[in-house]
DNA sequence: AAACAGAATTCTGTATGCAGCATGCTTGCG
DNA sequence: CGCAAGCATGCTGCATACAGAATTCTGTTT
């Protein structure tokens, strides 16, 4: 509020320090990502009740925090709360699986869709650029920089829809489907077909061909589950 | 889990009793919706923080499961956590409103092209009847029902998509919105233009056109934000 | 008179303790 | 020998108590 109005530390801080203030992440921050990724690295399986007491004992917290911050991750949909029973991480059929990647893939199409209108040429370049990075990353069989850098593009598609809402939204599903997707199903064979269709996502979206660049996007997604299908 | 095995008493009650085992509303659960309403009712007003020791005190519950709730409701967005500072009602900003918009629109018409596959003739003659009672309302300008109505058709469209993870998204954005909604911005002027679009759609859904069904839920919905942009 | 420093108050964040319910085992009976 | 009822244990749900941070008020200083 009005820090115009006391220039110095403020602007000086601000200056030479583009970080902005010191945010420490708050205890109940720490322990819902912490347990997220627990559950994202199946060292909670699905399908677990979670003891309260010994995880709590664990992570070094008392119940208080650790429930609140399971009570946060069940509006998520990771965990399942039983009443008397408490949290039990959520198991997903395949029938789920597959209902979020249709979802995901026509959240993405809406998300190219406002790209198309809004992002600018200069943003479309650094997504190009994404990409030209991913495709080296191909080509040496690096797979944890080309995973990584293929969600980065993903994410990058969102965020040029300059929608929050889509991404909060998108972001939700992606969670749920990361426990999925980390094991890495996919194997190398269809690789090829995955960068394919990368290239033709950026090809639409250089373009600015919202048809073309949304259901690229769907049908990359629909591949996506016929790669992990097998796994169940 | 095999219950065949064991026919007597559980089949006995399962038949006796259609209602299912009793199932108690949490108080976790209670306190949710309880603290939801008042802030769809602005009863708790968009920027107001929440002062944990009255509200646990006026609602009888001490604070802990109050905390609980309001992480829950965090998570879903209508809550902000400031670390230090509590929860604060969330203040949407008319681009936000907007943006939400869309994705609702985008998502009722994913959720009208699955119906368009998945619905069968019973199931959409159903919508159809509710449809007609709406306009039974509408003639009568009694705006109360027809309201309800007018969600109920939506959430059937919904529905019949049988895609839960897209059920579960649209009732996250439809519960930020009902908020905006609920104020009861649209002039009976324009009333007469939303039943047009209700009709369209329900045309759409019984020819099981999914691109006209899809077109036409997100135009509605275009229009939607017509009707309220004024108010803010 | 305005602004800053300091103290007091109040509220959040966390821990702990207790009551009620769910679960697993043991014992008694058919 | 099988089954069921009762009992014991352990966990969840909730309340309360305490520590630390934030805010506000007051008194002083420039």
């Not at 992002?119 to 944890?144: F, G, P, S």
């Not at 995955?194 to 990359?220: C, K, M, Q, T």
Request: aromatic share 4%.
């Amino acid at each position: 509020m009005d820090r115009d109005s006391t220039p110095r530390a403020a602007d000086l801080a601000g200056d030479l320090d583009p970080r902005g203030p010191i945010a420490r992440p708050s205890l109940h921050e720490a322990i819902v990502t912490r347990v997220r990724d627990m559950i994202i690295e199946g060292i909670l399986a699905p399908g677990t009740r979670i003891h309260e007491g010994n995880l709590g004992k664990e992570l070094g917290v008392s119940r208080t925090p650790l429930r609140e911050a399971l009570k946060f991750l069940a509006s998520e949909g990771i965990l399942e709360l039983s009443p008397g029973r408490g949290a039990v991480v959520r198991q997903f059929t395949p029938k789920d699986v597959h209902d979020s990647l249709i979802v995901l893939g026509g959240l993405e199409g809406m998300a190219g869709r406002l790209a198309c209108q809004h992002a600018t040429d200069a943003e479309i370049r650094e997504v190009r650029q994404l990409h030209d990075r991913m495709i080296e990353m191909y080509t040496k069989r690096d797979r944890l920089p080309y995973f990584k850098l293929n969600q980065g593009i993903h994410a990058a598609i969102l965020h040029l829809s300059k929608n929050e809402p889509l991404m909060y939204l998108h972001g939700i599903l992606q969670g749920r489907l990361r426990r999925i997707r980390y094991i890495g199903h996919e194997g190398p064979e269809k690789w090829a077909a995955a960068v394919a269709d990368h290239e033709d996502i950026i090809a639409a979206l250089e373009a600015r061909d919202a048809d073309r660049l949304a259901s690229a996007l769907a049908a990359h997604m629909e591949r996506s589950w016929d790669r992990i299908r097998d796994g169940l």
